[in-house]
């Protein structure tokens, strides 16, 4: 299995970015897709993530302020966000879950986001 985000980069506050990952190795059918983001010295937190439904879910800190999709024909997903402010600073992650036996988790290899001031 592999995810290979993509997208990060720098942007002045208010600016937008878009993070895709690509997967191989696993299908989203059946799991929770999503992104999550870990800045320095903080533990790795939950932004956003679909269900194989089609149920989404954002943390309060970017509701409002970013959209998550997924395509699973072509095993895609993205994270659209816009208005950054500098607190969204962090390396993003994308993520593969099934939360059902037999549970498994994946994380693709991270994509650095800064937001300067």
């Known amino acids: 299995v592999q995810l290979q985000a993509f997208g990060g980069g720098l942007v002045q506050a208010g600016g937008s970015l878009r993070l895709s990952c690509a997967a191989s190795g696993i299908t989203f059918s059946g799991n929770y897709i999503g992104w999550y983001r870990q800045a320095p010295g903080k533990q790795r937190e939950l932004v956003a993530r679909?269900?194989?439904?089609?149920?989404?879910n954002y943390a309060d800190s970017v509701k409002g302020r970013s959209t998550i999709s997924a395509d699973n024909a072509k095993k895609t997903m993205s994270l659209q966000m816009d208005a950054l402010k500098p607190e969204d600073t962090a390396v993003y992650y994308c993520?593969?879950?099934?939360?059902?036996?037999?549970?498994?988790?994946?994380w693709g290899q991270g994509t650095q986001v800064t937001v300067s001031s």
């Open positions: 679909i269900s194989s439904g089609g149920s989404t």
């Open positions: 993520d593969v879950r099934r939360t059902m036996t037999p549970t498994y988790n994946y």
